[in-house]
């Protein structure tokens, strides 16, 4: 009888032993406060929201916070992996690297008021530190089989996005080594070293182009040319690596399932 | 006899009833009202234009508002579908999801005369709902079909389009973080706070990079170099994903043409 | 004996004639010649340039003028299809689409010096037709062999290639409409009008991101930030339709060749 | 015994040779000293660092090249295939391209100091040379590997790619030519001739979008945004034609592993 509710708690409390479609509804609250924990640090940081919205905020933070504590309390107490039970168990769990996740999220929560009365207001960085708790997301049912199927895509085409990183990463110290060489001269505030260069070429090779540095001499412009039609092929070459190797995944998987 | 011409008018306009290729003359005519509705509504809020045009502009409205109200009441009067016919049925019509679309694009056809007519040209915005018509296109059978499969090659990689989405949203959060935590000293406008560094998080992240925020310090250009690269993959795995899925819809829809 | 001769010459010139591996070397005079007009032409266009080059730039067009009138002439009278054989046939080559090309691209060389003499500087740009020369290029045989394999990729998937157009079309003008309707008192030059707005739309769903224009009120940067997550489906999707269509015409070569 | 001695020193400086996973101590040792020297290279342009770090970048300036310099001696006077044996075999090896990748490595560090004591501080550009032994990474087992695969899979849709990069020269050279006919007299800076406007054209084709010039007209904004829809399309074909590409050649070594 205890056994069977314990087993009922175990369901609700763990993702990925929810056996129904869809997920709990305790996994639906820590979700919903994750967000909204990810939400108010974020928003927290805006000077010109503090002021209006201090006492949401600081409501906010006081239940997720009590959410994110009870939460891990009854995972580490009801345990569905037979190897957490027990005091030996339960030791073993604190020190998982999940846990640490979890406690990254706590401990900004249990700290700020401290930090708050010794006036140590540079320390507020810290509260973001909560932001890691959006990495429990991953633990949740489809989301976990999902990552599991994106990482199988990359690792059979492991070789070739190495490949494409090693190609990525020439290109880039090139085509700095190339701009700082004819550019120098001209801009030697965006171009006099190869590491101001670096900031040229990663923007441009990305195809983010900001624009706030870019070639001005006739011939940095047609280097810069090449460079840009450069990116193309840097952003092509793994999106075609990644296209093939979902769809070896998908044929695998369809195969398999008519056997 | 008077079935069949009720027949025949039910084909012509209704897209999806068309049995010859291409599309009814009752729907070109639609479809050119459509663009040129919208093409007119986009002009009319360029001030410098109205001044000359504005005769061209009212009467294109007319017209396009009457071939609207016109196409409205015969598919209305005229349904393809048996539940729509009848009393019940034509009251049933007026409450489907389409309508809505068809009513806010007649809307402000009917009520502008009078805002004009109050002064009341702060609702001017309202003219646009008219833009809503121009999801009438979805209707038409070629798109209508194109929309199936593409539709279809979405759903069969909900769970890996739905990774990648989570991914993209954890990373541009955690870009505005590193950044913020790095660059709000230097550009307080830009980086003071997660939301502020949102939106050079985002415009990185897309490849967009307007280049109207970037970082300045070291650090936040070394960090900046690794987010832009990460905009790649972020680029990258959708175009991956989406290939992979067209390409499993392709090669099922062979298969069963084959049996 | 005159026809081998004859029939050797058609073999030269006409590129799709040719039936050993790469080009003849008539066919590589003329396209060395074109790649030369197209680079004369555009550094024609520059003034610094011209003061030094002027006679170079003048014997190059001399010369390739010669060459495209020669190619034209030897093509026409040495028709490689029978159908443009005996004074009908050669009447009927002249009004042929492809004529036009050629025809356009001799036209700058033989009116040139007259409007120089007429003292029209005017109609320099006339000269920049030349580069539809460059169209000829799609003559080669395998050129030609790999536009018509694109072609048959792009019309396999001509359906779904229309509907992510159409997607693409409504996103820029309602992401042009919405950032009209909130950043228009904020920013009239730029969001004043929906067309000024398009500006903005366009740049950002197709990631270029030129920055000129961004939007600067907190409501609008969040519309521009799901904007520009917007833009990254509107590229990977063209992406993975093509991939999808690249992968089908392949397979479908392949077993071609075994039956 | 001294050949197996011999047998052995060569598997460890060869990494094709090497038969266990992973890569062979020296090689270790070699790839680290080739990122310790890029590294440094790309440091030392920039003069802010080389005030306070100087004695580091020489120290390791002289350890690397040293490395180097013996990576060089080992790999001529112990080859592992025997064409380089034996005297006449030496002499071969030194004129083989790879050879030319590895002096040009070592120059930089043999000359410099001679530079520097004749004060020719201009040539000082001479030490980037040193970059280029980053190329030794194309010989790792793994990656030499891969290398191969993705060159197969260009080889394969050579036609594709050369049609795509045909589309591209043409769309870049005809986007500049009309460009520089509508914007010419509005901004004669960055659209007076056709060389300049190919800046904005290929920034825009590319997706990089700098936007330090961008057309101001509505008609070279018209233009301009089918430009940038045309650049989607510059993106999207090689992704698509490289997904195909890696799609096949995955499916080849699949079904030569099953025979």
């Known amino acids: ?38 939400t108010v640090q ?24 009590f959410i994110f504590i009870i939460d891990f309390i009854v995972r580490w107490q009801f345990p569905a992996e037979p190897q957490y039970t027990g005091i030996a168990g339960k030791l ?9 996740v979890d406690l ?20 507020a960085f810290l509260r973001t530190l909560q932001l890691v708790k959006i990495m429990r997301i991953a633990d949740l049912g489809p989301v976990s089989r999902g990552m599991d199927r994106v990482g199988r895509a990359l690792a059979t085409k ?22 700082y060489l004819v550019e120098a001269t001209a801009q030697p505030d965006a171009f006099g070293s190869i ?10 090779l990305t ?11 006739p011939v940095g412009q047609i280097l810069g ?11 092509a070459m793994p999106a075609g690596i990644l296209a093939s190797s979902f769809s070896t995944i998908t044929i695998e998987e369809d195969s398999r399932e008519k056997k």
Chains 1, 2, 3, 4 share one sequence.
């Open 42 to 65: 974020v928003l927290e940081t805006e000077s010109s929201l503090t002021d209006e919205w201090r006492s949401v905020f600081s409501s906010v933070d006081l239940i997720v916070g």
């Open 92 to 100: 073993k769990y604190l020190v998982k690297p999940g846990t640490l």
């Open 158 to 179: 492991k070789v070739e996005l190495s490949v494409t990183f090693t190609l990525a990463f020439v290109s880039i110290v090139a085509a700095a080594t190339l701009l």
């Open 225 to 235: 040319g090449f460079v840009a039609i450069l990116g193309v092929g840097i952003i």
């Open 207 to 217: 195809t983010v182009g900001y624009g706030d540095v870019a070639p001005i001499t």
């Open 104 to 123: 990254l999220a706590i401990l900004p929560f249990i700290i700020h008021p401290y930090l708050e009365l010794l006036g140590a207001n540079d320390l």
């Open 195 to 204: 590491p101001r260069a670096l900031w040229w070429s990663l923007a441009t």
């Open 1 to 38: 009888m205890s056994s069977s509710w314990r087993d009922n708690l175990i369901r609700h409390i763990h993702p990925g032993e929810w056996v129904r479609p869809g997920l709990s509804p305790f996994s639906i609250v820590v979700i919903g406060s994750i967000l909204l924990a990810v």
